[in-house]
């Protein structure tokens, strides 16, 4: 399974995978290609690490979503990796129609929240501000409706007492990082 992953910061996530991957415990997955829209972001440090091509695509003209010409940008550059997955792991862009459509069935997320609650933007203070003692993270197909599409698995992380939001945070990344590989390595053998 060619994996491609879109991220739009320091690529912790991505990390978590390739730390995978060089593991082996990736499952039948490889990832072939990393994409960021921000030029100077942590995760394209990723490819000399760990041997894997990475680019900026420049996302212009809009600044929160994947539409126009920097849609076709993305396009382009995905279908040229061939993916059978395409991960957003940590991509702060709303993708659209034309993305959706050119790779149906082949988009995941990871959130960090316990879909369906709290999604958008800042998953993670949401829960914290509401009070839960019970939030997590989630992978999900990508749908049009943001944060919206089949959840295909979820990780608890409890909030205690003593916790901080930094603390929570720190709890929640762990959980992601185990969660979003697990996931991973699952597709690549079939399961759904």
Same mark, same amino acid.
């Given at each position: #399974?060619?994996?491609?992953?879109?991220?739009?910061?320091?690529?912790?996530?991505?990390?978590?995978?390739?730390?995978?991957?060089? *593991?082996?415990?990736?499952?039948?997955?490889?990832?072939?290609?990393?994409?960021?829209?921000?030029?100077?972001?942590?995760?394209?440090?990723?490819?000399?690490?760990?041997?894997?091509?990475?680019?900026?695509?420049?996302?212009?003209?809009?600044?929160?979503?994947?539409?126009?010409?920097?849609?076709?940008?993305?396009?382009?550059?995905?279908?040229?990796?061939?993916?059978?997955?395409?991960?957003?792991?940590?991509? #702060? *862009?709303?993708?659209?129609?034309?993305?959706?459509?050119?790779?149906?069935?082949?988009?995941?997320?990871?959130?960090?929240?316990?879909?369906?609650?709290?999604?958008?933007?800042?998953?993670?203070?949401?829960?914290?501000?509401?009070?839960?003692?019970?939030?997590?993270?989630?992978?999900?197909?990508?749908?049009?409706?943001?944060?919206?599409?089949?959840?295909?698995?979820?990780?608890?992380?409890?909030?205690?007492?003593?916790?901080?939001?930094?603390?929570?945070?720190?709890? #929640?990344?762990?959980?992601?990082?185990?969660?979003?590989?697990?996931?991973?390595?699952?597709?690549?053998?079939?399961?759904?």
């Amino acid at each position: #399974m060619r994996v491609v992953i879109l991220g739009s910061g320091r690529g912790s996530n991505a990390e978590a995978i390739l730390e995978a991957q060089q *593991r082996g415990h990736l499952g039948a997955a490889r990832v072939v290609q990393i994409l960021s829209d921000q030029p100077n972001a942590g995760i394209l440090a990723l490819g000399a690490r760990f041997g894997v091509p990475v680019a900026f695509i420049d996302p212009a003209p809009f600044k929160t979503k994947l539409e126009g010409v920097g849609e076709e940008r993305f396009i382009a550059a995905v279908q040229a990796a061939q993916p059978d997955l395409v991960v957003l792991a940590g991509f #702060m *862009r709303v993708v659209k129609p034309g993305f959706l459509n050119a790779f149906a069935g082949k988009i995941i997320n990871l959130h960090p929240s316990l879909l369906p609650s709290f999604p958008g933007l800042d998953g993670i203070g949401q829960a914290w501000r509401r009070g839960v003692k019970v939030t997590g993270c989630t992978v999900h197909g990508v749908t049009a409706e943001v944060d919206g599409g089949p959840i295909i698995d979820q990780a608890v992380v409890r909030i205690e007492a003593d916790d901080t939001l930094e603390s929570l945070s720190a709890k #929640m990344h762990a959980a992601e990082h185990e969660l979003l590989p697990r996931v991973i390595a699952r597709l690549s053998e079939g399961a759904k």
